[in-house]
């Protein structure tokens, strides 16, 4: 395996190849140019990389193995092109397999893979039937399916064919998810089929994006903890993002995702205090605070069916190569929007004492089984060291939340 360290500095080697190499061989400046640049982006990525735990960088390590990757693959792909000359084409070729084979080598040391604060699961333990269903549904459970929108969840309880007012929409995905949910929804239930009620887990853009136009266009009430009231009524924005916390593009994107407040206030009802869902049989909400400060989780207790939200999710939300992947993993809150982490520590172990046997939460992939009890018990023992970010400035300044 190729040490971290070794990899930097076969970084820097690659830089000075692609640069210098061509203009030494002679090549044309058609040629020599265009792989200059392709340098000079080699550069960027891997200065802008996190090697280890304790330095800047805006990539992660795991990013930066992604795009060492690509390159080879754009390298081998170009060695192909038989309008090149041979000399050419084999320094291209050789060229993507180095990186090809740097990505897949190189061993990220416990310093790196402690950046990423994961509980890896084996892939046994992802409980969804084999392929999708109508509209593009995954069903997790007996009555309960989920609807991947980019990098979020939504899930639809009910049964199949359940018709109009039949079934519970659970959160409502990033902004313009609208028409995949109807049609998600109408492939699930029915033409034309409404929710009895549009039940969040908690307020971010990503949960809420698609919220004011179903809700209006469905006549949906909905429901809410009374502590995501000001977040849902107009009245109050959540803290802005916090780009310094888990190391990864996403969370370095913090600042730039929407805080304010959707406007649902008219149809806005909040969630009885004995944790009863009204007209959802079965269920229980969950208070699990935190990562919001009205965030619930929703339980069914018959066959210890979890939806979590964001209050435990099974994917490094924070970095945006572990969000293309989908690696079953067990991850706290999403850093860059958990303002309360005493808060966040004491949700996930209440929901480790439930002992689910199957847990959807709001990123990445449904897992159950012995191995997700194992790892949320683990999760929730050691969650200062596993989870929880060094530095978060609404840890250092709890006045900011």
Known sequence: MI??????????????????????????????????AVGAFVAAYSLATRYEERSSGVL???????????????????ALNRRLSMEARVAMGAYGAFSLLAAALTDPGPEVRQVGRQLPL???????????????????????????????????????????RGWTLVDTGLPGSAGAIRRAA??????????????????????????????????????AHAAERPHLDGS?????????????????????????????????????????????????WIATPGHAPGHVSLWRAADRVLLAGDAVVTVRQEEAYAVA??????????????????????????L?????????????????????????GRLAREFDRIARPRGSRYDLHPDLR
Do not use: K
């Open 186 to 223: 109408e492939a699930l239930f029915g033409p034309g089929a409404r929710p009895a009620r549009i039940l969040l887990t908690h307020g971010h853009f990503d949960h809420v994006g698609a919220l004011e136009t179903l809700a209006e266009a469905w006549d949906a009430p909905v429901l």
């Open 60 to 78: 992660s390590f795991g990013e930066h193995r992604a795009l060492d990757a690509v390159q080879g693959a754009g390298f081998c792909a170009a």
């Open 3 to 36: 040490p971290v360290r070794l990899h930097a500095a076969l970084d820097a080697l690659s830089v000075a190849g692609l640069v210098f190499g061509p203009r030494a061989a002679g090549w044309p400046r058609s040629l020599s140019e265009p792989l200059a």
């Open 236 to 284: 109050r924005d959540y803290p802005p993002g916090e780009p310094s916390v888990g190391g990864g593009l996403m969370a370095r994107a913090a600042p730039l995702y929407p805080t304010g407040p959707a406007d649902v206030g008219a149809r806005l009802s909040d969630l009885p205090a004995d944790g009863t869902v009204p007209g959802l049989s079965g269920w229980r």
């Open 352 to 376: 480790a004492a439930l002992e689910p046997e199957v847990l959807l939460s709001g990123h990445g992939v449904p897992v159950g089984g012995p191995a997700l009890r194992a790892g949320l």
């Open 325 to 350: 992947r989908q690696r079953p993993e067990l991850h706290g809150p999403p850093a860059y929007f958990t303002t309360d982490w005493e808060e966040a520590r004491a949700s996930v172990r209440r």
């Open 122 to 164: 084996p892939p046994e333990a992802v409980r969804r039937r084999p392929g999708p269903g109508p509209g593009r549904t995954w069903q997790v459970a007996p009555g309960v399916h989920y609807l991947r929108l980019g990098i979020v969840n939504v899930a639809f309880l009910g049964e199949r064919g359940a018709g109009d």
